[in-house]
């Protein structure tokens, strides 16, 4: 059974800063691209940030570009949101994704219908 499973969440004062993690199990994704979303209660789920399968390429939403920094580590299997600076509108629910397609480009890095695999969410609440 594959599973992607977020940790890192938490509450924090505006400024401050956490990192997030999600840890992958049941199938390696070290081929494929994995992001980051989140989403405000009533809001579509949105882009943070995404990296491609070598790390080689990264996105952001130029809300956390500066801020924000995706990375991956392929021998633990897991991706990484270092989030600094942080702003009470980056509360939310923020969600790992992974793609998972014979053709690895297929889908766009920005969009939700571009990933496959969703863990269930860690809540972010950022204090002003």
């Known amino acids: 059974q594959v599973q992607l499973a977020e940790s890192g969440g938490g509450l924090v004062q505006a400024g401050g800063s956490l990192r997030l993690s999600c840890a992958a199990s049941?199938?390696?994704?070290?081929?494929?691209?994995m992001g980051w979303f989140r989403q405000d209660p009533g809001q579509e789920r949105e882009l943070v940030a995404a990296?491609?399968?070598?790390?080689?390429?990264?996105y952001y939403a130029d809300s956390v570009k500066g801020r924000f920094t995706i990375s991956r580590d392929h021998a633990k299997n897991t991706v990484a949101l270092q989030m600094n600076s942080l702003k009470p509108e980056d509360t939310a629910v923020y969600y790992c994704?992974?793609?998972?397609?014979?053709?690895?480009?297929?889908?766009?890095?920005?969009?939700?219908?571009?990933?496959?695999?969703w863990g269930q969410g860690t809540q972010v609440t950022v204090s002003s």
């Open positions: 994704a992974a793609r998972w397609r014979e053709d690895r480009d297929s889908g766009s890095y920005y969009s939700t219908e571009g990933y496959d695999y």
């Open positions: 990296i491609s399968w070598n790390g080689g390429k990264t």
């Open positions: 049941g199938r390696s994704f070290s081929s494929q691209p």
